[in-house]
């Protein structure tokens, strides 16, 4: 079953519940990563994601988690596969590589351009565009005979960038794109405000847009990690959890607070329609279990 059949029938009778883990780059993170994935299992996700570092950069890392998810665990992985800096040979081993291994789901990402990089071009025959992508994804996958519907690729949504005015239809035309190039769902960028993801499903959904756009959640805990989020992303953060955060007594409280954020933000969304929640762990258990026990996704905490 792969994540567009999981979407297909869980969400009529119960939000999805699902994870994003990225690579180990040390062998002390290594060595917290499994505890943590024992511990997030717990949960019963629907599927796990693996991030793939831009320009390849962590492709041996990312091979070696979701090979352990799928020889080591029940769960299902998504591989994260991006596109920058990359030929399109050089696309098509990667891809082999995760078919290889047992991969039928896949998140399709264009990726960032080098830093510094203003007028990003690619390789003569790379692929410039993420729905470009999903359409090399699947014809890969049937070229070795694989059937359509034994393979599912999803695509990034921006809630963030589709409530700036100049981006909103620039958002929903790209989100188009990867539909029609045959995305089965799309798992969304950061945000805090609930009434952005709303709203971008609105629109998708007026604009002929049928795929499941599932939220990203990140429980943060510290005003440290919550910087460092903004800096990445470009998402501004609200100041309400900043001032939440900030104003924490100590580290537990801080904790608290940040649980309890994404906690509200997540209630939100959930009962607006959302189909799940897609949470950012930073390779961490306690925040993702402690934010489902407290919806009601999980029993304890």
């Known amino acids: 079953m792969t994540v567009r059949d999981i979407l297909g029938e869980a969400h009529l009778q119960r939000p999805t519940v699902s994870f994003e883990l990225f690579p180990p780059r040390t062998p002390e993170a290594e060595a917290s990563l499994w505890p943590a994935v024992e511990q997030l299992a717990t949960a019963s996700p629907d599927f796990v994601s693996v991030t793939y570092g831009a320009s390849g950069s962590t492709r041996t890392a990312s091979r070696a988690v979701v090979r352990r998810l799928i020889t080591g665990t029940k769960l299902v992985p998504v591989a994260h596969l ?35 990089v203003t007028d990003w071009q690619p390789q003569p025959d790379g692929i410039r565009y993420a729905s470009q992508l999903v359409s090399h994804i699947l014809d890969v996958a049937a070229g070795r005979g694989i059937p359509a519907d034994q393979v599912s690729v999803g695509v990034a949504a921006f809630p963030a960038a589709h409530a700036t005015p100049d981006g909103r239809q620039q958002a929903l035309d790209v ?85 309890a954020a994404a906690r509200d933000l997540a209630q939100e969304i959930l009962e607006g329609g959302a189909p799940g929640l897609h949470v950012y762990t930073f390779n961490k258990h306690a925040a993702a279990l402690d934010l489902l026990a407290s919806l009601g996704l999980h029993g304890e905490s």
Do not use: H, N
């Not at 089965?184 to 950061?190: E, I, R, S």
């Open 82 to 116: 991006t596109c920058v800096e990359a030929s399109r040979a050089e696309v098509t081993d990667v891809i082999d590589e995760f078919l290889d291994e047992g991969v039928r789901d896949f998140l399709a990402l264009r990726g960032d351009p080098p830093s510094g």
């Open 175 to 259: 989100l188009a794109a990867k539909q029609e190039a045959g995305a089965a769902f799309a798992l969304t960028q950061v945000f805090f405000d609930p009434e952005q993801y709303l709203a971008l499903v609105d629109d998708a959904r007026d604009a002929g847009i049928t795929i499941p756009i599932v939220p990203g959640v990140i429980p943060l805990t510290t005003p440290r990690r919550a910087y460092r989020l903004a800096e990445l992303t470009g998402v501004a953060l609200p100041p309400g959890l900043v001032s939440r955060l900030e104003g924490a007594d100590d580290g537990t409280a801080q904790y608290r607070a940040g649980v």
